[in-house]
């Protein structure tokens, strides 16, 4: 009943706005009202869960496949623990998988799945430029930044007819079936190959400090990957990451997490780098 209310209301407030002489049912109009409707339809955890397990692993092998080597992939997932146990979001099951794959890359997906690529361990000279990918992409599960994106104009536009219409009754409070997640899944793994909005970039930054805080790791070096980014993507390159892009530029973002770490309160907490040393050890830094 609840579903039936709010897309009615929603039909009904298109036909108002647009007049008695517009008799085409608008859903585009629908889906546009139903994400800025406070309180329509706020997915829960469950939802973002469910998105997660239909997607990773088709993304991962969209993304090179995860690497074979078992013990690489376990010196990654104790690397990341730490910081994972520091997240808002405890009751996600979160996940990380190291990709086989030469573009310096990282990602995240709703429900707390996570992957980067062998190329980036590789440049990593730190533990905390490592530590700091992997902290801005739980920033982005800790602010459901995948979710909110789902609900802007500019996604679902990419979505065929039959695909909005299921959308816009999931928006109006319907479950998250299969046609659902058939519509996004291209939108969404474009999405988040590609990058978040500039927003939602800064505010997986800022939540690199956060993290940092809470796990001992210095505040002052939370924007080290971000120089060896800029090293590797002068401003002037015209590839596009989810973790490098012009919107915002690296070096707005390095300026935006100097600024925030200059006023962090130090913590007396001592980070520690569980499987750093093997992951170095399969995939040295190269030398400047």
Not at 42 to 66: C, H, R, V
Not at 128 to 151: F, N, P, T
Not at 208 to 232: C, E, N, S, W, Y
Not at 240 to 246: D, K, N, P, Q, R
Request: net charge neutral; aromatic share 6%; with cysteine.
């Amino acid at each position: 009943m609840r579903r039936r209310a709010v897309l009615a209301g929603l039909a009904a407030s298109g036909a108002m706005a647009a007049g008695p002489a517009l008799a085409q049912f608008n859903l585009g109009s629908v889906i546009q009202g139903a994400a800025g409707l406070v309180g329509a339809y706020a997915a829960g955890e469950g939802d973002e869960i469910k998105m997660g397990e239909t997607y990773y692993q088709p993304l991962l092998e969209k993304s090179g496949g995860a690497v074979s080597d078992r013990n690489a992939q376990e010196a990654l997932r104790r690397f990341a623990q730490p910081l994972i146990a520091a997240a808002d979001r405890k009751s996600l099951p979160w996940e990380i998988t190291l990709v086989s794959s030469d573009q310096v890359n990282a990602w995240a997906m709703p429900g707390g799945k996570m992957a980067v690529n062998a190329a980036l361990v590789r440049h990593c000279a730190t533990p905390d430029e490592l530590a700091s990918v992997v902290a801005h992409e739980i920033g982005h599960v800790d602010k459901a930044h995948g979710m909110s994106q789902i609900r802007n104009q500019a996604l679902l536009a990419t979505v065929g007819g039959l695909g909005k219409e299921a959308i816009a009754a999931w928006i109006g409070g319907g479950g998250l079936g299969a046609q659902v997640l058939t519509a996004l899944e291209g939108p969404l793994y474009s999405l988040v190959l590609s990058g978040y909005s500039r927003t939602n970039e800064f505010e997986a930054d800022a939540h690199i400090l956060t993290l940092f805080q809470r796990t001992g790791h210095d505040p002052a070096k939370a924007d080290d990957f971000f120089r060896t980014l800029l090293r590797l993507y002068p401003q002037t390159a015209s590839d596009t990451t989810s973790l490098f892009s012009t919107h915002p530029g690296t070096v707005d973002r390095i300026a935006r997490i100097e600024a925030a770490a200059a006023t962090a309160r130090a913590t007396s907490l001592s980070s520690s780098h569980p499987g750093w040393d093997e992951l170095k050890r399969l995939y040295p830094t190269p030398k400047a």
